[in-house]
Structures are given as structure tokens and as C-alpha cells.
């Protein structure tokens, strides 16, 4: 079965997210928990959430990805930043509640020169304080390109973060594939070979999400900049692979490229008709 969706904007609440999926011939979809530089979450109205679950229910949607503000930095330098950053990823794990059992993503972070090793333990103690064990969400760790500080940028440093987690179980990986080329796994190349390293590094079990957006940049360009599919030096051809992939069957795709509603609907319908080919 193949899940795929994009960004869907979170203005008009959760059922308007259901039928905005449903026009673009999404069934799962991703949406920032708040206005991505941050700030105030809206309201959760019961009666909306519930609409959504039957929109959901009827049309056999996947899981849907929530994603964290960019602003969430767990291991900034600056304690006032981290505690923005505890805050409101407690917040929305409990917000989250309201729609059980779908995924929380995250930016790991930047470590702003403190060093891979330092975010990697204060990420690690972010989760430790915020996860619980009666959460129905699966909270994941984005796999990132390597632009400034960022932590996540190899497989190696978010299997760092997952050992260093108590809550294991409650965690998985979002491969964004802009991401990991960008930070010099070569997918257009080898993309058996990117998924057995995932699988070696990490395991496949724990991955649970993909981005699925084409690069405006090289291989280890680490730039971070998405393009439309088959419109960047990632390529058409890997695109098809990858949705038709044995090991990436039935997990949720999520676009995050440059564009506009009939846009996201031509990619969706094209990305469907590669898949189930
Ligand atoms: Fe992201
Ligand atoms: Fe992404
Ligand atoms: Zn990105």
C-alpha cells in the first residue's frame, strides 16, 4: 500500500486538513503544530478533531507526520532557547494526544558550536524529560543535511541520539531524501547500498516516515535546499525506485517541495502511478 501527502496548512484545523488531502489525492499529510518560526498553537476543538478521524477512517488514511517548528532547537547554547525548545515539544506531544498513535517530527537541532557530542546529549536529554511512557505518538528524528551545526547529519549521530534515549520505543527515523543526499548518501547511485548502511547504522525497523523531495544541489552539497521532483540532481528515475522499494513499503511519504496545491496533486498523482505500476 502507498501513503503519500504533502504540507498542509493547519489554519482551518483538523478537518480541513482531511478534505484539503483529500483535493490534492493525498491519504496522509504532514502539518507544522504551530506557525513554524514558533509561537502559539491554535486551540484543539473536539468536535473538529472528531470529523477529522471519520475523513480519516473512511478513506484509509496512513499515519499523519506533525512537524515541530524550525525554531525548536534542543541543543542551542543558550538556555532560554532550549527552554523554548522543552516547552513547547511538551506541549505538542500533548496536543498530539488529541489524534493518537501518528508521528511527531523534529530537527535533532543545531549545536551552534558546542560540538556534535553535546547535542547529541542534550537532545538526548530532552526526550529522556518529555517522553512518557502512556504516549500513544512516535516521536522522530529528522535525518538532516548538514548545514551549519546540525546535528543528524549521518546515520551514525542519530543512532548516537536513539542509544542515548530510555524511551527507545516511543522514537523512529523521518528519512527526508533531500536530506540525506545533500549530506552525501547517494541515493541516485546506490540506493540499496544508502538503505543497508540506514539499516546497519540505525535499522529499517525504526525507520517510519519519508520526505520525499528532489535537491537544487550536489551530492554532499550540504545546502538543504528542496526542488520539485525530478526537477533537481536527484532525479526522476531514483524517485520511481524509491516509492517502488521493498523496504520502504507502506510507510507514509510526504512531499516538501516548491509548490502550490495542483502542483502537489500532479506530484502525488505521478509519485501513486510510479508506485503502483
Ligand atoms: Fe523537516
Ligand atoms: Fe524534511
Ligand atoms: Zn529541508
Redesign the pocket.
Known amino acids: 500500500m502507498f501513503h503519500i501527502g504533502s504540507h498542509i496548512s493547519s489554519s482551518k484545523g483538523y478537518a480541513a486538513m482531511g478534505r484539503q488531502a483529500l483535493k490534492l489525492g493525498a491519504d496522509t499529510f504532514a502539518f507544522f503544530t504551530r506557525n513554524p518560526r514558533g509561537g502559539n498553537a491554535k486551540a484543539i476543538v473536539p468536535e473538529d478533531v472528531e470529523k477529522y478521524r471519520e475523513i480519516a477512517k473512511e478513506h484509509g488514511f496512513a499515519r499523519i507526520v506533525a ?1 515541530a517548528p524550525y525554531t525548536l532547537n534542543a541543543c542551542a547554547a543558550k538556555e532560554d532557547i532550549r527552554r523554548f525548545a522543552r516547552e513547547t515539544f511538551a506541549d505538542d506531544l500533548n496536543r498530539m494526544e488529541n489524534t493518537p498513535g501518528q508521528y511527531y ?1 523534529f ?1 535533532p537541532g543545531s549545536h551552534v558550536g558546542q560540538g556534535a557530542a553535546r547535542g547529541i546529549e542534550l537532545i538526548a536529554e530532552m526526550l529522556n524529560d518529555n517522553l512518557r511512557p502512556e504516549q500513544t505518538t512516535t516521536v522522530l528524528l ?1 535525518t538532516m543535511a548538514g548545514k551549519g551545526s546540525e546535528v543528524g547529519r549521518s546515520f551514525e549521530e542519530l543512532r548516537a541520539i536513539l542509544d542515548r534515549v530510555k524511551l527507545v520505543e516511543k522514537m523512529g527515523v523521518c528519512l ?1 531524501t533531500c536530506h540525506v543526499w545533500d549530506g552525501g548518501y547517494d541515493i541516485a547511485g546506490d540506493l540499496d547500498g544508502v538503505l543497508e548502511e540506514f539499516d546497519r547504522v540505525i535499522g529499517l525497523d525504526r525507520l517510519k516516515a519519508i ?1 520525499i523531495n528532489d535537491s537544487l544541489n550536489p551530492l554532499s552539497s550540504h545546502k538543504d535546499r528542496h526542488a520539485k521532483i525530478g526537477e533537481g540532481m536527484i532525479g526522476l528515475e531514483t524517485f520511481r525506485r524509491i516509492v517502488r522499494h521493498p523496504a520502504l513499503q507502506g510507510l507514509p511519504f510526504i512531499l ?1 517541495t516548491p509548490n502550490d496545491d495542483a502542483g502537489w496533486a500532479a506530484e502525488i498523482a505521478m509519485l501513486r502511478s510510479m508506485a503502483e505500476e
Do not use: W
Request: glycine share 0%; no cysteine; net charge negative.
Open positions: 512537524h517530527n530537527h529528522e527526508d520526505h516538501e
